[in-house]
């Protein structure tokens, strides 16, 4: 059974940095895109980041210039560093990873696996 599990979340100052860190685990047969969702209380979930395995990278352009995603694919993980963060990056913060496992039907590249979020609140 896959897993995804996120960590680093907290409360941090205006201008300050957090990392998120995000380990896949499990059989699996292969990971595609993770990435970074975040869901702000009464929005919707929206995208953050995301590197697929060849490590190209998608941004949200409200966060680019100020977070990076990396990913270690030997480890099966993904992070997030955010830097000069704002009010407006509170969020419950959620990885996802597209994995292959014998489960997945036929026809189908993979599955989504989602974290169980970790909260991000910047504020002074």
């Known amino acids: 059974q896959v897993q995804v599990v996120e960590s680093g979340g907290g409360l941090v100052q205006p201008g300050g940095s957090l990392r998120l860190s995000c380990a896949a685990s499990?059989?699996?047969?292969?990971?595609?895109?993770m990435g970074w969702y975040r869901q702000a209380p009464g929005k919707e979930r929206e995208l953050v980041a995301t590197?697929?395995?060849?490590?190209?990278?998608n941004y949200a352009i409200s966060v680019e210039g100020r977070f990076t995603i990396s990913r270690d694919n030997y480890k099966k993980e993904v992070y997030l560093q955010m830097n000069s963060l704002k009010p407006e990056d509170t969020a419950v913060y959620y990885c996802?990873?597209?994995?292959?496992?014998?489960?997945?039907?036929?026809?189908?590249?993979?599955?989504?696996?989602w974290g169980q979020g970790t909260q991000v609140t910047v504020s002074s």
């Open positions: 590197m697929n395995s060849q490590h190209a990278t």
């Open positions: 996802r990873a597209n994995i292959l496992t014998l489960s997945t039907k036929i026809g189908t590249l993979w599955d989504p696996y």
């Open positions: 499990g059989n699996m047969i292969s990971i595609y895109d």
